[in-house]
Structures are given as structure tokens and as C-alpha cells.
């Protein structure tokens, strides 16, 4: 792939093996991987969903101490 991107994926992911993200991310040269912590597959975190609005508006990629907040409630 010749276009940016951002691939984040969650290392307690029960769904989708983390593994799978890390290839992906090896083979797409202009992709930016981030890996979060505790949020499981739905990555329903407030702080990541500000940092990914910021990359999306700014480029300016999650802090990592973003990517281990608490997730929000279901």
C-alpha cells in the first residue's frame, strides 16, 4: 500500500489475534502501528478516541500513555 495509514490493535484482544495486526503492519511500509493495553477488541477508550481525532486532523500520532487508559463502560 502506497498510502498512510494507522493500525491499532489491542495486545488482550480476544477476537482478533494481535499477531495478525503486527504482520499487517510489516507489510504496509507507510503505516503507523499503535498497540493499546486493557481495552479488548472494541478499544472503547475516550482518550484513544481524542488521540486517533488528532492523528486524523493533525497527523500527530497517540501519546503511549494514552493507549493503557481505562476503557469506557459498556
Do not use: C, K
Not at 15 to 39: D, I, K, N, Q, Y
Not at 46 to 72: F, G, I, K, M, S
Amino acid at each position: 500500500l502506497a498510502l498512510p495509514g494507522l493500525i491499532v490493535h489491542d495486545r488482550a484482544d480476544a477476537e482478533a489475534p494481535f499477531a495478525h495486526a503486527e504482520r499487517m503492519a510489516a507489510g504496509w511500509p507507510r503505516a503507523h502501528f499503535v498497540p493499546t493495553e486493557g481495552l479488548g477488541h472494541n478499544l472503547r477508550s475516550e482518550a484513544l478516541v481524542a488521540a486517533l481525532a488528532d492523528y486524523l486532523h493533525n497527523q500527530r500520532l497517540p501519546e503511549p500513555q494514552l493507549l493503557a487508559a481505562e476503557p469506557l463502560p459498556a
